[in-house]
């Protein structure tokens, strides 16, 4: 299916989110929407799939103008859209998940739905059961629950809005095989990222967005510097590798076990210094999760000790590592990470310690302008934190980050951030690292791992390597260490 946006414009108050766009994408294409956090991506795609009503323009769809009303009428036209953040519900099953907006009987029939299920299944190669709950799915199994969904409902254009956030490498190539069989079925497919690598191994044709602007349209083959250019108007160099580890042990692991209903992780010993930098590398699911949280007092160990500052906090409750300088900045955002409904005043708030019986109004605006200002968060005091671009949430989780901290515990810390965001993070938390600060965090992109770390814990099947010097290793090397190769030749 053709689609075709003119003139389309929006805001948001002061914010012009979208400045008069017009863009034309054939049926069967995989069109890539480029550009750096906030510059309009996602609004202009929500607006597309009925989310959002434009200010002004149109949206022709095989040269037919059309009025999209919601999302429900968006389907209808034939456009679904795949968000950053599930819309599922995890205490369901995935079969009932796959019925949501089923036009039809109120009660529909599951048997023949079940088969509906299995036969989209198997003709993508998702090993997806649908009598299983969504709770139990990786990040990229509950995609592909809705990118099914979406299919059976009759999606004709598909909308994925920076789908390779938080899921591993091997499910992002499963993501990237399931897409390129799109065209061969004149499936559209526009495919929302600010990952000049993803866009550059998937797309035909690229459109790149600034500050609500379309800045300009590249087909293959692209060049990857003049993107860049486009996106940021100028180069953006990656940082200097920095080693800031000091003598002084922040967090320390005895013969540490911890387990959750999927796998077990035992006789783990590590020293982390003041200052240094751990990245955590392993598939989705590999033990990772659990090991974070303990280390945050959020999981209780089954064995071993954890001492933070020499001090034995084995079993303890989050606020007490809290208050000996510990801090985890979860990965899902708007479930564990932020509070919807609360503006970035009431957030910025509520993580200081209180400054009497009664709030402060004035100091909550002044702080909540300070750090907006500091970390670059593209919104006003006044905004509500559901109403930010999935890059500027990110970025207001790590400006509540409260400073002093000793040890600080990260979760895709990148997750959503363009290139330029990302390097500004990284530049932020190696300022806390010059504090004295150490960092643990988790990520699935391996270059940043190997980038930003000076050591690396790699997680596969509830086994973990010793800590491997970051500078020693390739991608390549980490790669294999991520699927259980090459595991005989460390040494222990």
């Known amino acids: 299916m053709k689609v075709e946006l003119r003139n389309i414009d929006k805001n948001f108050g002061k914010v012009h989110a979208n400045d008069n766009i017009s863009l034309i994408i054939p049926s069967g294409t995989i069109q890539g929407i480029l550009g750096e956090n906030g510059a309009g991506k996602s609004t202009l795609m ?6 959002f009503h434009a200010d002004s323009g149109e949206i022709l769809l095989d040269d037919k103008p059309v009025f999209i009303k919601s999302p429900a009428d968006a389907l209808r036209h034939g456009v679904g859209m795949l968000h950053q953040d599930s819309l599922d519900f995890p205490p369901l099953r995935l079969l009932d998940n796959f019925l949501l907006g089923m036009p039809g009987k109120l009660f529909p029939n599951r048997k023949e739905a079940a088969q509906d299920f299995n036969l989209l299944a198997r003709e993508f190669g998702f090993s997806l059961d649908p009598e299983s709950y969504v709770d139990s799915l990786t990040v990229g199994e509950r995609q592909q629950i809705e990118i099914m969904r979406l299919l059976f409902l009759g999606a004709r254009i598909f909308i994925l809005d920076e789908p390779t956030t938080g ?22 497919v526009i495919f929302v990222s600010h990952k000049l690598e993803d866009v550059e191994n998937l797309c035909d044709q690229v459109a790149v967005l600034r500050q609500g602007k379309l800045i300009g349209e590249m087909k293959k083959p692209l060049d990857k510097k003049k993107l860049v250019e486009m996106m940021f108007g100028k180069e953006v160099p990656l940082g200097e590798r920095q080693m800031l580890t000091r003598e002084e042990t922040a967090l320390e692991l005895r013969g540490l076990a911890v387990e959750d209903v999927r796998l077990r992780l035992s006789g783990i010993n ?16 590999s033990g990772q999760g659990p090991f974070i949280r303990a280390c945050a007092g959020l999981m209780r160990p089954v064995n071993g000790r954890v001492l933070v500052n020499n001090r034995d906090l084995t079993g303890e409750s989050y606020h007490v590592y809290k208050k000996e300088g510990v801090s985890f900045m979860p990965a899902s955002r708007m479930e564990e990470g932020l509070v919807p409904g609360l503006s970035l005043t009431e957030h910025f708030v509520l993580a200081e310690e209180p400054r009497g019986l009664f709030i402060d109004r004035e100091y909550g605006i002044s702080l909540a302008e300070e750090r907006i200002k500091t970390f670059n968060i593209r919104g006003t005091p006044a905004s509500t934190v559901e109403s930010l671009s999935g890059g500027n949430q990110q970025r207001a989780l790590l400006a509540l980050l409260q400073t002093p901290l000793s040890v600080v515990l990260l ?5 959503g ?5 990302t390097i500004y993070t990284w530049s932020k938390l190696k300022e806390r690292c010059k504090q004295g600060s150490a960092i643990i965090f988790i990520s699935s992109d391996l270059e940043e791992i190997l980038q ?33 190769m090459g595991w005989e030749n460390l040494n222990s």
Request: hydrophobic residues 40%; glycine residues 10%; negative net charge.
């Open 452 to 484: 930003y770390s000076d050591r690396v814990v790699v997680f596969f099947s509830g086994k973990t390597t010793p800590p491997l010097d970051a500078a020693s290793l390739t991608t390549e090397k980490l790669g294999e260490l991520i699927g259980g």
């Open 270 to 285: 590590l020293k982390v210094h003041a200052g240094e930098v751990i990245g955590l590398a392993g598939m989705e699911g």
């Open 46 to 51: 929500k607006i597309l799939s009925g989310f």
């Open 411 to 415: 979760e895709h810390p990148t997750r």
């Open 167 to 188: 899921i591993s490498a091997a499910q992002k190539v499963k993501l990237f095989d399931t897409l390129k069989k799109f065209p061969e079925q004149a499936i559209t």
């Open 417 to 421: 951030l363009d290139i330029e965001s």
